[in-house]
């Protein structure tokens, strides 16, 4: 089964149409998120490392410019229809949270949240829609998504080049060892992120409570 689909993977990477592919999935990835660009870039990138091939600057540039040229695509929806797309949300829900904590992180750090919201799960697609719902200048989106995009291809990159560095002999170890650093990463980060929120949370009561204790 592994031989199967090692050699599955490696007719991917071999063919000259993996670039392409590869722009598309990581536009795609921006206002559809259920495509894993970021999966394909860690196994070109462990395939890179391993074998030679495909090209890793090749790699970088074709994940970059394919999510720098879906935030766009995304943001316009955003500044055409961000209204009607925020009112289908249901209530409630996780995409809800990831919207409303992306909201706070755009009120706080202004166009900052196009780059940090790229490693939170779900968190591109309401950055890019979002800044593009509340009318932010495109051209301060722009200079903001280029570092976003950039930063985003050379970090998924980075983390199959290790994964196939380490295992030469076996890619597949080597994207699993990819794939296992960037869920590792995300769930670090959210944990992070749940520890600090329930903190807040609890500061906030007992702040009331001390409120409510003093004299009216």
Do not use: C, Q
């Not at 040229?69 to 055409?80: E, F, L, P």
């Not at 909201?103 to 900052?112: M, P, Y």
């Not at 779900?122 to 998504?145: C, K, Q, V």
């Amino acid at each position: 089964m592994s031989d199967a689909i090692l050699r599955a993977v490696e007719g991917l990477v071999s063919s000259p149409w993996v670039y392409l592919a590869l722009f598309g999935l990581a536009a795609l990835d921006a206002f559809f998120p259920v495509v894993p660009s970021e999966t394909l870039v860690i196994t070109l990138a462990v395939f890179s490392a391993a074998e030679g091939r495909p090209d890793p600057v090749l790699i970088v540039l074709a994940a970059a410019l394919g999510a720098l040229s879906g935030d766009h695509i995304s943001y316009a929806i955003g500044r055409k229809a961000g209204g009607r797309v925020f009112t289908r949300v249901r209530p409630g829900s996780r995409t809800e949270r990831v919207y409303r904590r992306v909201g706070r992180i755009l009120d706080e750090r202004g166009g900052l949240v196009i780059v940090v919201a790229r490693y939170i799960p779900g968190g591109r697609t309401a950055a890019t829609l979002s800044t593009g719902a509340t009318g932010y200048p495109r051209r301060s989106f722009t200079r903001f998504d280029i570092v976003a995009a950039v930063t985003w291809a050379l970090y998924s990159a980075g983390l199959g080049f290790l994964g196939g560095a380490a295992f030469r002999d076996d890619p597949l170890k080597g994207l699993a060892l990819g794939l296992g650093l960037a869920l590792a990463i995300t769930a670090g980060h959210e944990t992070v992120y749940a520890v600090r929120r329930r903190r807040r949370g609890r500061n906030g009561r007992n702040g009331r409570d001390r409120g409510g204790a003093g004299p009216p």
